[in-house]
């Protein structure tokens, strides 16, 4: 008798320690049979013993992540050269316009030549300067220009003109005007550079592992149960 009330209690022990691992193998399988996802808790979950798990969710966020933000760009150093060898030009161009009259037309056709659309009040502006102050401008310009193509200028598409206000807050509306004519897009996007980079940072992902500690609060009275 004493040996079949052994058995049983064996049996009892085993089957109980079984229900109480399967019970608490991971935070779903805590409420599962209690809650369904939506639900709110109705008191406070705690873990009774320690476990660890795999986040698939978490690491489908990670890569969703990823994929949504990651943006590879190549920047293009044969523009920034050409820009600077087309300020060159234009203030040479310059130098050599000497209007006998103040006829807009001679202007016009002179921005027609040069091919750098400017105002011609911009332009006379730039010609009633002294050689210096000439010099300082272009200067300035190609200073701010080699500033803004370190940064990558990706332009924007509605309006591939427009400077960032960080670049052209302590410049004058003349300094602006002839950098917007000159400025171009240095910076392209790099699709197979992208999809590249997306598939690295992926792979180096790994395992999410959740470690849950007992005495740990799982859930909260009034969490909303989700999947994760």
């Known amino acids: ?33 209690s809650y369904q996802e939506g639900d709110s808790a109705k008191k406070d979950v705690i873990a009774p013993i320690s476990i660890e798990y795999e986040d698939e969710v978490k690491r489908e966020q990670i890569i969703r992540e990823i994929e949504n933000t990651t943006k590879v760009y190549r920047r293009d150093y044969s523009v920034e050269e050409q820009v600077f060898k087309d300020i060159e030009s234009y203030f040479e161009k310059i ?30 502006e730039i010609l009633s300067m002294s050689v210096e102050k000439r010099d300082e401008l272009k200067e300035k310009i190609k200073v701010k220009l080699q500033e803004l193509f370190n940064k990558g200028f990706k332009g924007d598409p509605e309006n591939p003109k427009e400077l960032p206000f960080s670049i052209k807050r302590d410049m004058r509306r003349l300094e602006i005007a002839v950098m917007q004519a000159f400025i171009k897009q240095n910076d392209f996007y790099d699709a197979r550079a992208t999809q590249e980079s997306i598939k690295s940072r992926i792979e180096n992902i790994g395992n999410i592992k959740v470690t849950i500690n007992a005495g740990d609060t799982v859930l909260k009275k009034g969490d909303i149960i989700k999947k994760s």
């Open 1 to 33: 008798m004493k040996n079949i009330n052994e058995n049983i209690n064996a049996r009892l022990i085993v089957l109980i320690s079984i229900l109480f691992v399967f019970t608490v193998f991971s935070k779903v399988n805590l409420v599962k049979n």
């Open 95 to 124: 130098s050599k316009f000497e209007p006998e009259t103040q006829d807009e037309e001679l202007f016009i056709e002179f921005i027609k030549e040069s091919g750098v659309i400017l105002d011609t009040n911009y332009l006379k």
